[in-house]
C-alpha cells in the first residue's frame, strides 16, 4: 500500500490537437522502506478571519484583488492573432523554431519608461500561451497528474495571453473578466533573443554573443488559491531591466480546487495512491518543458533558476522538498515564502472532505449498484468548472496568519488549511527535513511583511498602543509572555508602535519559519550556497497599494514591485514615482538575481556583500537595504527560541 510515483511516457507523438495521449507507466518507489525515489526522465515524463488584530482578510483574495487592478492596463498584452509588428516594430513576426515545433510569437512595445530611471533598449520577444502538456480536462486530466504534451506545436500561434486556470473567484478580478478554462497549462516566454532564420529544432536562437542566456522560471503567488500568468502584471519587464541578460518564462499551474484538492476517493482511485499537489505538479512539468525547448528561444537549459513571491515562494519551497525536482533546476529564489509545510495525506483529506458536503457528492449513490467511491467519483467528474471552482473548503479561506486574537489562549488556535501535502506526491518530505535539491538558493522576507494592507489604527500607534496591544492579545498567556514580548521589541516600539507590530508579526509569521528551514537544509549536508534574507529597506516614500492607506514600511511584495519594475502595482489604481533609493533597491535585488542565476554565486560589491550559510557559521541573515547592507550571524536566534518558549512557534508560521 506504499504510495508509488508514475513516469508518464506517451506511446505515441503523433495524435492531434486535443487528443488524449497512451500512456504506459513505471512503478516507482515513494515512501516507507523502499528505495529512494529517482526523478521522472526529462525530456520524457512525466492562500474570513483576522489577518491579525486589525488586519482582517485573507491573504489569496486580497492579492488577487491587489494585482487585479494593475492587469486590467497591462500595456504589455498584444492583441489576438497579431502576427505582425507590435509596439513601433517595423519587424516581421519571430518565428522560433523548437523541439516541442515551430511557434510564432509577438515583439513587445518598450517597457514604459520610469522617470529619473534611464530604460534600458532591449527589443523583446514573446511566445504567449504556449501548452507544455495536455489539456488537464475530463477524468483523464482533471485531478491528474499533468501529461506531456503529444503533438507537435507545427506553426503554433502564440500571439495571445493565455487563458487562467479555473480558480474560486469565478468573477475574476485577475484581470477583471478574465477568461477561464481548465485547459490551461499554458506558459509565456519572454526572451531578448533574435531567432535564427535558418535555425533548426535543435539550433539555437541567434544572439550578438553566441552566448545562451540564464532562464528565470516564475512562479506567480495567489495563495494556491488564485493566480495566473498575468496574475502580477509584467513580468517581461525583468528582461528589460536585466538589460537582456536573461529571459523570463511564466507558466500557468492549477490552484485552488483543481490543483491542491485532496479527498479519499481521488486518492483511492489513483494508481499512485495519493491525491492532491497537482499545481506542484504541473510546475515540474513546465520545467522539463523549458529544459527541452531553451536553446531554441536562447536559453540554457542548465540554467533554470525559480523565482516567485507569497505562495510562488512557498511553492519553490516545496519544489526543493521534492527528490522528482533533480535536475529540473539549477538555483532558487523563494520571496516571502510560507515555511509550514507539514500536513500530511491523511490530514489533508480529513480536511478536504468538506468539498463533497458541499458539492452534493458525499450523498451520492449509484442506482447501478457500484460502490459509494465510484458514486461519488462520477458525481464529481459530472462536476462543472464553475462549481468546482465555487465548493472549496470552508478552511481554505479561514485562514490565520502569524498573531492571535485577542483575548485568546495558548489553546486557542483556528483552523489553519494546508494546500501542500507533504508525504505525497511529489514532496517526499516536510520543509524541516531539510530541502533535497541542493541548487543555489535566496530565501528571503521581509521585514514587515504585513504593513503591505495598513489600517490607521496601527500605523499611528505609540509604544504605548504597542503595550496596550501586547496585554489584550496576551494577557492570557502569563505575564512572562506580555513583558518578554515588550522587552524584545522596546527598541522598535520607541521608534514606531507600528514598527514593533509589524516586527512581531513578521518574526512569528515567517522569519523564524525561513531561519529554521535554512538549518535545517544545512544540518542535512547541503553544499551549494544557500543566503538568507530580510529586506530593512522601506520604499522612499508612502506607497499606496490599498485604497484610503499607504505603506510605509517593507511590506509584503515591494521587494517584487522594485526588482520586477511593477511600479503600477496598485488596487488604488495609482502608479508609484520611484525615489533614487528605490530604484538602487530594485538594482540591488536583480543583481543578486542575475548572479545566482548566472555563476551559482552572489560576489560582494560596494553596496552589498552578500553571505552564504554554511554548516560552519550557520544561518547568516544578509539585511538587504542600499544604505546599510549587513550580513548577520544568528539573526534574531534567541528571539527565535524566545518564541517558541511562548508558544508561538511553528504551528503560528505562514501556511497556504
Not at 172 to 179: D, T
Not at 277 to 284: A, K, S
Not at 519 to 524: D, G, H, I, R, T
Request: charged content about 15%.
Amino acid at each position: 500500500g506504499s504510495p508509488r510515483v508514475l513516469c508518464l511516457r506517451p506511446t505515441s507523438r503523433d495524435s492531434k490537437q486535443g487528443e488524449e495521449a497512451t500512456m504506459e507507466s513505471d512503478g516507482i518507489p515513494l515512501l516507507g522502506d523502499e528505495a529512494e525515489p529517482s526523478p521522472p526522465p526529462l525530456p520524457r515524463a512525466s492562500f474570513a478571519r483576522r489577518f491579525m488584530l486589525p488586519l482582517a482578510v485573507g491573504v489569496g483574495l486580497l492579492i488577487g484583488c491587489v494585482v487585479g487592478v494593475v492587469i486590467a492596463v497591462h500595456q504589455s498584452t498584444p492583441p489576438k492573432n497579431n502576427g505582425r509588428s507590435h509596439g513601433g516594430s517595423n519587424d516581421a513576426a519571430p518565428v522560433f523554431h523548437l523541439q516541442a515545433g515551430t511557434i510564432e510569437g509577438v515583439w513587445l512595445p518598450p517597457m514604459t519608461p520610469v522617470p529619473g530611471a534611464p530604460t534600458p533598449s532591449v527589443k523583446v520577444a514573446a511566445m504567449l500561451g504556449v501548452p507544455y502538456a495536455e489539456p488537464p480536462v475530463g477524468r483523464q486530466g482533471r485531478w491528474q497528474p499533468p501529461r506531456m504534451l503529444s503533438r507537435a506545436l507545427n506553426h503554433y500561434q502564440a500571439t495571445s495571453t493565455p487563458e487562467q486556470c479555473v480558480q474560486w473567484m469565478y468573477q475574476s478580478v485577475n484581470p477583471p473578466n478574465a477568461s477561464m478554462s481548465e485547459d490551461c497549462l499554458h506558459l509565456n516566454i519572454y526572451t531578448p533573443r533574435t531567432p535564427s532564420a535558418h535555425a533548426s529544432r535543435s539550433g539555437n536562437a541567434s544572439s550578438s554573443d553566441g552566448n545562451k542566456l540564464p532562464i528565470f522560471f516564475w512562479v506567480y503567488g495567489g495563495g494556491n488559491t488564485v493566480g495566473s500568468t498575468a496574475f502580477y502584471g509584467p513580468v517581461e519587464n525583468l528582461v528589460t531591466l536585466l538589460e537582456g541578460k536573461a529571459i523570463v518564462v511564466a507558466p500557468n499551474y492549477r490552484v485552488g480546487n483543481f490543483g491542491f484538492l485532496a479527498l479519499h476517493e481521488l486518492t483511492e482511485a489513483s494508481p499512485y495512491r495519493v491525491s492532491g499537489n497537482y499545481g506542484l505538479l504541473d510546475l515540474q512539468m513546465a520545467l522539463q518543458w523549458v529544459k527541452a525547448n531553451a536553446e531554441g528561444f536562447g536559453g540554457d537549459p542548465n540554467k533554470v533558476t525559480l523565482i516567485g513571491q507569497s505562495s510562488g515562494g512557498t511553492d519553490i519551497l516545496a519544489l526543493l522538498s521534492s527528490s522528482f525536482s533533480t535536475g529540473l533546476f539549477s538555483g532558487a529564489i523563494s520571496l516571502s515564502g510560507s515555511p509550514n509545510i507539514t500536513m500530511d495525506l491523511h490530514t489533508t483529506q480529513t480536511q478536504d472532505t468538506q468539498f463533497l458536503a458541499n458539492t452534493g457528492c458525499a450523498d451520492a449513490t449509484d442506482k447501478h449498484g457500484n460502490n459509494r467511491s465510484t458514486a461519488v467519483l462520477d458525481c464529481l467528474y459530472n462536476l462543472t468548472a464553475k462549481q468546482v471552482a465555487q465548493m472549496s473548503p470552508a478552511e481554505w479561506e479561514v485562514t490565520t496568519f502569524a498573531l492571535p486574537d485577542p483575548g485568546s489562549t495558548p489553546e486557542t488556535l483556528p483552523s489553519r488549511a494546508g494546500l501542500v501535502v507533504v508525504n505525497n506526491l511529489p514532496v517526499t518530505q516536510p520543509l524541516l527535513s531539510g530541502l533535497h535539491i541542493d541548487v543555489p538558493t535566496i530565501i528571503s522576507t521581509m521585514e514587515c511583511e504585513n504593513d503591505f494592507m495598513p489600517t490607521p489604527n496601527v500605523s499611528t500607534w505609540s509604544a504605548q498602543d504597542f503595550e496596550t496591544f501586547l496585554n489584550s492579545t496576551f494577557g492570557l498567556w502569563g505575564d512572562d509572555v506580555v513583558s518578554g514580548l515588550s522587552d524584545a521589541y522596546s527598541a522598535a516600539a520607541n521608534a514606531s508602535g507600528a514598527l514593533a507590530y509589524y516586527q512581531l508579526a513578521a518574526d512569528v509569521g515567517v522569519t523564524c519559519g525561513n531561519a529554521a528551514v535554512v538549518k535545517s537544509a544545512l544540518v542535512a549536508g547541503r553544499h551549494a550556497p544557500i543566503y538568507l534574507a530580510q529586506v530593512t529597506q522601506s520604499p522612499g516614500k508612502p506607497y499606496q497599494l490599498m485604497p484610503g492607506t499607504a505603506s510605509t514600511l517593507p511590506f509584503h511584495m515591494w521587494d517584487y514591485i522594485a526588482g520586477f519594475g511593477a511600479w503600477n502595482l496598485s488596487l488604488a489604481g495609482e502608479t508609484y514615482s520611484p525615489t533614487s533609493d528605490d530604484l538602487l533597491f530594485g538594482a540591488m535585488l536583480r543583481s543578486a538575481w542575475l548572479e545566482l542565476a548566472d555563476t551559482g554565486r552572489i560576489h560582494a560589491t560596494a553596496t552589498a556583500s552578500w553571505e552564504a550559510s554554511t554548516n560552519r557559521t550557520g544561518p547568516i541573515t544578509n539585511l538587504v537595504n542600499t544604505r546599510n547592507f549587513r550580513a548577520v550571524g544568528d539573526f534574531k536566534t534567541e528571539l527565535c527560541a524566545s518564541l517558541r518558549d511562548y508558544r508561538l512557534g511553528q504551528r503560528y508560521w505562514w501556511v497556504n
